[in-house]
């Protein structure tokens, strides 16, 4: 069946440091892949997201890497500042028949920046 | 600030009260889609509409009853609760060839 899981619940780091937010998934046919982060008292925020005809794709501070061979997904924020502190999810893609698509969603990684 | 926008923010209700939570897309898409964020669990998909049509029903009970009356609008009409419903409810849009899917602020329920 389709699960996503994060393995570490809560990331603390320096500020300026770089942070790595780890994901795993279970279902092999998983095309479409996003990280979305979800401050307090905030919906979720969409980040960056990748494609399975990929295995890296950058953005504006972020990096977000897929390795298919093992079904991980890992978001790398560079020169972490306080403002990225925040809970951060990443989920898996699955058109519906009907259109749209299902998001499934792990249970998130706490990014703590300390000071 | 995302162009979805959710009302109420906040809301208590009792379990025999009905009342309804709205939600509004202002990016032109034309899905929509309702979420339940609980603590310490994933969020968990509730419904989906495309073309104003429901497509998706994640076995939700029926004291929970979705509306969409246009591409733009999204309603969650709420009845006889029970406590554990209590929750952060998201509402999110698309279009629907493209997956990548934008979130409201979310309604705070509490039912007592």
């Known amino acids: 069946g389709e699960s996503v899981g994060l393995h570490l619940p809560t990331l603390s780091v320096q500020e300026g440091d770089n942070s790595i937010i780890n994901c795993a998934y279970s279902n092999s046919a998983s095309d479409y892949f996003i990280w979305y982060k979800q401050e307090s008292g905030k919906g979720p925020q969409f980040i960056i997201d990748i494609r399975s005809n990929m295995d890296k794709r950058q953005g504006q501070r972020v990096t977000v890497l897929l390795n298919k061979t093992v079904k991980h997904l890992s978001l790398q924020i560079a020169a972490t500042q306080p403002g990225d502190s925040a809970v951060y999810f990443c989920a898996e893609s699955h058109i519906l028949t009907g259109g749209g698509n299902k998001l499934t969603f792990g249970t998130g990684t706490q990014l703590k920046v300390e000071l | 600030e995302t162009g979805v926008t959710q009302t109420p923010r906040h809301l208590v209700m009792g379990m025999t009260n009905k009342k309804s939570l709205k939600c509004e897309q202002h990016?032109?898409?034309?899905?929509m889609y309702w979420y339940k964020q609980s603590a310490k669990k994933p969020l968990e998909l509730m419904f989906v509409?495309?073309?104003?049509?429901?497509?998706e029903n994640n076995s939700v009970p029926s004291r929970f009853s979705p509306e969409c009356p246009n591409s733009s609008h999204l309603f969650l009409h709420l009845h006889t609760l029970q406590p554990e419903d209590s929750a952060l409810y998201l509402c999110?849009?698309?279009?629907?060839?493209?997956?990548?899917?934008?979130f409201g602020p979310g309604t705070r329920l509490l039912v007592l």
């Open positions: 509409y495309s073309l104003e049509e429901r497509v």
């Open positions: 990016l032109g898409h034309n899905a």
């Open positions: 999110a849009s698309s279009q629907t060839e493209v997956e990548t899917q934008y």
